[in-house]
Structure formats: C-alpha cells, structure tokens
C-alpha cells in the first residue's frame, strides 16, 4: 500500500508561485493515477489536477491556466506547479490516489487523505 505525504506549501505573495511535492512510500509510484485536491477555510474540498500512471494529464476547466502537474516515477514524486497565485488560491492541499473516468477524477476507493500542505496567498 503506498503512502503519499504533501509537502512544499507556505506563504507567498499575489503573483507569486509555489511547487508542491506529493512523495510517495511502501510502493512504487508508476501504477498509480494521483491526484491533487484542496480545501479552503469553510469550502468543501475541490479537484485540482490529477495525472495518469502514463502520464496523462486531467485539469477541471477552472484549474486549467495557472496549475501544472507533474510527475517523475523514480522520485516517487508527484508535483503540482501553482503559478500566478491569487487570494483564493490559499487552502489546504492534499494528494491522494484516484480513479479517472466519465470526464472526471475522484479519490479511488483505496485512497487516503493525509495531512495536506498548506498555501496562503497574501494579497
């Protein structure tokens, strides 16, 4: 069973960027779709991006400009990419395993929430 652990979040100005890692323990990364979600102080948890295991990319429209996932297997590493950071980008952000289909991606069944890394845009 793999273990995903967030890191890389902080404070940063409007404008400004951030890369954020999701490492990965206990198993190998490269069978894994992950994916990378976020919750704002009193909002539900939302879809970022998420990333097949060949690569493969899916970005809800609203996330589509400013945020770039990534991955390199022999890290065991995920990576989200956030650049042009708004205010309303602060929240907590998690990864997790997923499941891609019907236009979408969701948690998988066997994925787990973690402790998250947190991001506060400063205006």
């Known amino acids: 069973q793999v273990q995903l652990v967030e890191s890389g979040g902080g404070l940063v100005q409007s404008g400004g960027s951030l890369r954020l890692s999701c490492a990965a323990s206990?198993?190998?990364?490269?069978?894994?779709?992950i994916g990378w979600f976020r919750q704002a102080p009193g909002k539900v948890r939302e879809g970022v991006s998420c990333?097949?295991?060949?690569?493969?990319?899916y970005y809800p429209d609203s996330m589509k400009d400013r945020f770039t996932i990534s991955r390199d297997n022999a890290k065991k590493t995920v990576y989200l990419e956030l650049i042009n950071l708004k205010v309303e980008d602060t929240a907590d952000y998690y990864c997790?395993?997923?499941?891609?289909?019907?236009?979408?991606?969701?948690?998988?069944?066997?994925?787990?929430w973690g402790q998250g890394t947190q991001v506060t845009v400063s205006s």
């Open positions: 990333i097949r295991s060949d690569g493969s990319t």
């Open positions: 206990g198993s190998i990364l490269d069978n894994y779709n």
């Open positions: 997790t395993r997923v499941d891609l289909g019907g236009g979408g991606c969701d948690q998988s069944r066997e994925g787990s």
